[in-house]
Each structure stands twice: as C-alpha cells, then as structure tokens.
C-alpha cells in the first residue's frame, strides 16, 4: 500500500530557515515532488527529486533519500508569503501523483 | 496563454442531483487526472487518464464518472450515489504520467451540496 507522512503544521518566524519533512512507502517510486499551496487556490510545483541528494532552487531545496524512503523541504530566510500549505507526493511507475495530507506553515513576524 | 482552466469555481446543488464539473487545457498535454481536496485530508485521486478513451480510477472513484472524448477536455460527473460530495475539486494535466512531468494544476472548483 501507500503511506505518506508529514507533520500536520509547522510555526516559524519571518528570516528564519524550516524544515518539512515527508517520509513515504510506496510500491514504486518514480520521484518525489513538492507542491506548495495558498488556502483556496491551487497547488503550485516546487522542487522534484528522482536521485538521492538535494536539489537547490533559489530560497528552496530538497532533499531526498530512497533508501530511507524520506524527503525534506527547506526554505530560507522566511517571507510572510511563504505561510501555506506545502504538499509532498510520489509518483510511482505509471500513475499519478499520490500526495501526503500536507502541512501548514504559518510564518509570523 | 496555456493553461487549465474549471468551471465554475463555485457550484452549488441540491442533493440526490448529478452534476459535471467541466476541466480544459490548451498545454497538448496526454495525461489529466482528478482530485478532491477536504479539510485535513490532503488531495485524493478519483480518476486520471493517460491518453484519449482512456481512464483507471483512483482511490476514490466510488460515485463519480469521467469520460475523455477529446484531449483538451476530462469532465467528472459527481453522481447521486456519491455519499459526501461537498469538497473542493482540483483537476490536473502532464504531459503524460509517470517520468519527470510535474502536474499541472487547474483553480479548482468548490462544490457545496445542499
């Protein structure tokens, strides 16, 4: 079966660095994304990872370990626009992409 | 400009009342899928599919139905036998599943049964 897990919600302050964390078992794995979103709207594509290691995208990385099954996102120098939801999902062979329930950061001042 | 786009973001029906959510993109892409969204649930998949006449279902397929008649288009009909409809419903596209492609996300479409 599927499992993915993350922290419900996460506080932190404006400039400071978070670290979300996501762990998965899945049947398949065929890479691991993170989606970030604003209450109401849609999902918005932030990082992917196929191969151990962190990928670096401006105040964002990602990590990720497939022998551990485990991933984490983090964000630099905190903004107030950086409170939302932040979503991880695996994609296994073939499908579409199976998402944790996804954790809610709220940055404060 | 390419995109997905959902109508009508907010819909409201009477219960025991079918209704069709409508989802279109303009990015070529092969793949769509569906998913529903509920307050702490994270996002769950009803149906996709990987290519035109073509569509599996998801974990949550019970009570809904799709058809993909064309490539640009994957509408999902919310049946009467579907228990708790209320929630919001985000469509998606890929170029095609599984590899590298990143989904792509429509505005979604919050329906309210009454």
């Known amino acids: 079966g599927q499992n993915i897990d993350q922290p419900t919600e996460m506080t932190a302050t404006e400039g400071a660095i978070v670290q979300i964390n996501c762990t998965y078992q899945?049947?398949?794995?065929?890479?691991l994304f993170w989606y970030q979103q604003h209450a109401g709207e849609a999902p918005t594509f932030l990082s992917y990872?196929?191969?151990?290691g962190l990928e670096e995208k401006g105040r964002f990385s990602s990590f990720l370990s497939r022998s551990k099954g485990y991933s984490y996102l983090l964000l630099k120098e905190l903004q107030m626009k950086d409170s939302a939801s932040y979503l991880c999902?695996?994609?296994?062979?073939?499908?579409?992409?199976?998402f944790g329930k996804g954790t809610t950061l709220s940055v404060s001042s | 400009d390419g995109g997905i786009t959902q109508s009508p973001k907010y819909l409201f029906r009477k219960e025991g009342q079918n209704v069709t959510l409508s989802c279109e993109q303009n990015?070529?892409?092969?793949?769509m899928y569906w998913y529903r969204q509920d307050p702490g649930q994270g996002l769950r998949l009803i149906y996709y599919?990987?290519?035109?006449?073509?569509?599996q279902k998801g974990d949550i397929a019970e009570g809904y139905s799709v058809s993909r008649e064309k490539k640009e288009s994957f509408p999902l009909t919310v049946t009467s036998a579907q228990k708790n409809p209320t929630a919001f419903y985000l469509c998606?596209?890929?170029?095609?599943?599984?590899?590298?492609?990143?989904?792509?996300f429509g505005p979604g479409t919050r329906l309210t049964v009454l």
């Open positions: 899945t049947s398949g794995f065929n890479g």
């Open positions: 990015l070529n892409h092969d793949a």
């Open positions: 999902a695996v994609r296994e062979a073939g499908t579409a992409l199976i």
């Open positions: 990872n196929v191969l151990d």
């Open positions: 998606a596209s890929s170029i095609r599943t599984g590899g590298l492609d990143e989904q792509f």
């Open positions: 599919s990987q290519i035109v006449n073509d569509f």
